[in-house]
């Protein structure tokens, strides 16, 4: 699936941001707006491009990441103080 991304001009970086971003969108207007649905930008048919098969490999490897150095012990804290923490980091570099 990378070569077909970056024929399409969408890097790591960008795929990882329109994931996150794009997925807290479509729940919020889901959740607002029984009328709303998933709009796809720049990939003509989105379901022949990316395969039920490379949202599988996608999903997995993206189970596998790991929080980014000191953000374990900054949730612990938080939590410690009686916060619920919801965290991710996109690992700047």
């Known amino acids: 699936m ?4 970056r024929a399409e001009g969408v890097g790591l970086r960008i795929l990882g ?11 919020i207007y889901k ?9 796809q930008a720049c990939i003509p048919e989105p379901h022949r491009f990316a ?4 949202r599988d490999f996608l999903l997995a490897a993206y189970r596998t990441l790991k ?8 949730s612990a804290r938080l939590c410690g103080a009686g916060f619920t923490v ?6 700047d570099a």
């Open 2 to 5: 990378g070569d077909r991304l």
């Open 17 to 27: 941001y329109a994931w996150m971003d794009t997925s807290e969108k479509e729940y």
């Open 31 to 39: 959740s607002l707006s029984s009328s709303h649905y998933i709009k």
């Open 51 to 54: 395969t039920d098969a490379d």
């Open 67 to 74: 929080p980014g150095l000191g953000l374990q012990e900054c």
């Open 86 to 91: 919801w965290a991710l980091t996109a690992g």
